[in-house]
């Protein structure tokens, strides 16, 4: 089946540093791709819609400049925590929109996940 | 409320069928899918549904959908103790999906 990987599974920085996150899909191109947000023992809030060669679109409430998303290829996307603080700890889980059947067969791939530590 | 609510919890002994229910407010989403997370992991889609369907079943996974009632709902049948994780409902059009809060489920021996 489709895999979508992302990189780093986890990371620890200190409060003022940036952090990227790649999101990758490993054997399907995926011109469209997504940014959750997981709070522990809650559900996954959509952050951003990441679409490969244009601007991403973001949700009400994510800070733009906060959360950089860069879609270059059709294979990666990744997100930049610039200045993280404490309260950006999370874990954030990306997917990939796979859109080689039509629309009619769109299934979406999520990848593991990278849980981001900010001290 | 939510647009997308579940029951947080559901406990079943191995063997048994595991009913997992999930209620919604809009009705124009396209797609209704059903994802498993284990701990410490990301989402593994277990299946979905067309908003034109009543039913589908996948092996041991049956889902049902009753548009009128805006009501979701995935059995499992012969629970397994590999069963026991967190089950997300998420409804979508387009790839842009919104979650339900989890149900997490416990197979006890």
């Known amino acids: 089946g489709a895999v979508v990987s992302q990189h780093p599974s986890r990371v620890i920085c200190k409060s003022g540093t940036s952090v990227k996150i790649e999101c990758r899909s490993l054997d399907f191109q995926a011109t469209t791709m997504f940014w959750y947000r997981q709070f522990p023992k809650q559900s996954l809030m959509l952050m951003a819609t990441s679409n490969e060669g244009s601007k991403a679109t973001y949700e009400q409430g994510v800070e733009k400049d906060k959360f950089l998303i860069n879609h270059a290829s059709l294979t990666l996307s990744t997100l930049t925590v610039t200045s993280a603080h404490p309260e950006d700890s999370s874990f954030y889980i990306c997917s990939a929109r796979d859109s080689s059947g039509g629309a009619l067969r769109e299934t979406q791939y999520f990848g593991p996940g990278t849980r981001l530590l900010v001290l | 409320g939510e647009d997308v609510e579940q029951s947080l919890f559901l406990s079943v002994r191995e063997g048994d069928s595991s009913v997992i229910n999930c209620t919604y407010t809009d009705s124009s989403s396209t797609y209704l899918y059903w994802y498993k997370q284990e701990p410490g992991a990301g989402l593994q889609l277990l299946t979905y549904?067309?908003?034109?369907?009543d039913m589908k079943q996948d092996q041991r996974l049956t889902v049902l959908l009753n548009k009128k009632d805006k009501h979701l709902s995935l059995r499992i049948a012969d629970t397994q103790t590999g069963d026991s994780a967190i089950y997300f409902c998420?409804?979508?059009?387009?790839?842009?999906?919104?979650f339900g809060a989890g149900t997490q489920v416990v197979v006890t021996p």
């Open positions: 549904i067309f908003s034109n369907m």
């Open positions: 998420a409804l979508g059009s387009w790839g842009k999906l919104q």
